[in-house]
């Protein structure tokens, strides 16, 4: 479950978010954020938030909650690696139904990492270790 400080509730931050932010569209989902200096009059509690719109377009109300839980299980994981006072809204597209939740997992990381929220990771594409 995301904790409630990491949540996007308010209608007026998604859609600031949407509208304000940047985005970056995968084939399953579309990501997008508005970056902590544009964030700041927005939120009070420090860290990201994330919020979630899975459409009907996604498919019948089990599926659509399906995909939600995983969606909100890989924003957990992005907790600690989203930078602080960040807005997050992650819009899923109707084939994130069929996606598993790696495939959703690596598309969300891509979308960050293109918007510049999440730190690439050089050692794993280079091959070295620490």
């Not at 899975?54 to 989203?82: F, M, N, T």
């Amino acid at each position: 479950m995301l904790p409630e400080p990491h949540r996007l509730r308010r209608r007026s931050d998604f859609s600031s978010t949407v509208r304000r932010g940047r985005r970056a569209a995968r084939p399953d989902v579309v990501v997008h954020a508005l970056a902590e200096a544009q964030a700041e009059s927005l939120v009070s509690d420090p860290g990201p938030r994330f919020g979630l719109v899975v459409s009907k377009a996604v498919g019948p109300a089990v599926i659509r909650h399906r995909v939600a839980r995983r969606l909100r299980h890989i924003c957990v994981g992005l907790i600690g690696e989203v930078p602080e006072g960040a807005h997050v809204v992650i819009r899923a597209l109707p084939g994130a139904a069929t996606a598993t939740s790696a495939d959703l997992d690596r598309q969300l990381r891509s979308g960050l990492r293109k918007l510049n929220l999440l730190a690439s990771t050089d050692a794993a594409s280079t091959g070295t270790t620490r």
